[in-house]
C-alpha cells in the first residue's frame, strides 16, 4: 500500500512563494496536480523515479519547481511568483510500476489526501 502525505500549504499574497511536501511510503514517480470545486483536476508537474526527468503544466512553467530527495522519499513542489489563479487544492500522486511521471490522472494509482493553497490578490 502506498501512502502520501501533503504538507506546506497555506493563504499568501500574490507574488509570494511557498513549498509543498509529499511524503511517500517509497520512491515512485510522481506528480503534482490541482483542483478546484466544480472543474477537473489540473496537472501540475511531475518527476520521474529517479529525479532525471521532470515536466511541468505551460501555466506554472518558469515560476514552479519540482525535486525529490530520494533518501527521504519526498517530492517537492517550489512554488514561485504565485498568482491567484494557483489557487485550489494541491494533490500529490504516485505511481508504482512507472518509471517516468505521466501527465494525467489516469496515470497515477495513489492520490495524497490534499493541501490547500490560496494566493490572495
Known amino acids: 500500500q502506498v501512502q502520501l502525505v501533503e504538507s506546506g500549504g497555506g493563504l499568501v499574497q500574490a507574488g509570494d512563494s511557498l513549498r509543498l511536501s509529499c511524503a511517500a511510503s517509497?520512491?515512485?514517480?510522481m506528480g503534482w496536480f490541482r483542483q478546484n470545486p466544480g472543474k477537473e483536476r489540473e496537472f501540475v508537474a511531475g518527476i520521474s523515479r529517479g529525479g532525471g526527468t521532470s515536466d511541468y503544466a505551460d501555466s506554472v512553467k518558469g515560476r514552479f519547481t519540482i525535486s525529490r530527495d530520494n533518501a527521504k522519499n519526498t517530492v517537492y513542489l517550489q512554488m514561485n511568483s504565485l498568482k491567484p489563479e494557483d489557487t485550489a487544492v494541491y494533490y500529490c500522486a504516485a505511481n508504482r510500476l512507472r518509471v517516468l511521471a505521466g501527465k494525467t490522472s489516469r496515470d497515477y494509482d495513489y492520490w495524497g489526501q490534499g493541501t490547500q493553497v490560496t494566493v490572495s490578490s
Open positions: 517509497g520512491r515512485y514517480a
